[in-house]
């Protein structure tokens, strides 16, 4: 069973960056994708970003598309989500979770972290 620990949330003011690192344990992590979703408080959870097994092959939502940069490595078992021009709009839980392959929609992805808190600030 894979377990996924998110880390590096926090408070930044508009126009900062954070970036996010998703650890995962166990065997299948370097041969799944990984996506990164949010949840606004009152929201549904909404897809961010995704990459590829190999990392080579990303996908991102409209809405970070220019400001977000996925990326894995697969020796240390880590996903980063590196956020830049970070908007109040920003402000979610941040979770990872794995996949056969990238998809935007929630209920394809399985071993979900227990998220992080983003807050940026206007």
């Known amino acids: 069973q894979v377990q996924l620990v998110e880390s590096g949330g926090g408070l930044v003011q508009a126009g900062g960056s954070l970036r996010l690192s998703c650890v995962a344990s166990?065997?299948?992590?370097?041969?799944?994708?990984v996506g990164w979703f949010r949840q606004a408080p009152g929201k549904e959870r909404v897809f961010v970003a995704a990459?590829?097994?190999?990392?080579?092959?990303?996908n991102y939502a409209d809405s970070v598309k220019g400001r977000f940069t996925i990326s894995r490595d697969n020796a240390k078992q880590t996903t980063y989500l590196q956020m830049d021009s970070l908007k109040p709009e920003d402000t979610a839980v941040y979770y990872c979770?794995?996949?056969?392959?990238?998809?935007?929609?929630?209920?394809?992805?399985?071993?979900w972290g227990q998220g992080t808190q983003v807050t940026v600030s206007s």
């Open positions: 979770a794995l996949a056969a392959v990238p998809s935007g929609v929630g209920d394809n992805y399985h071993d």
């Open positions: 166990g065997r299948t992590f370097s041969s799944s994708a």
């Open positions: 990459i590829t097994w190999g990392g080579f092959g990303k």
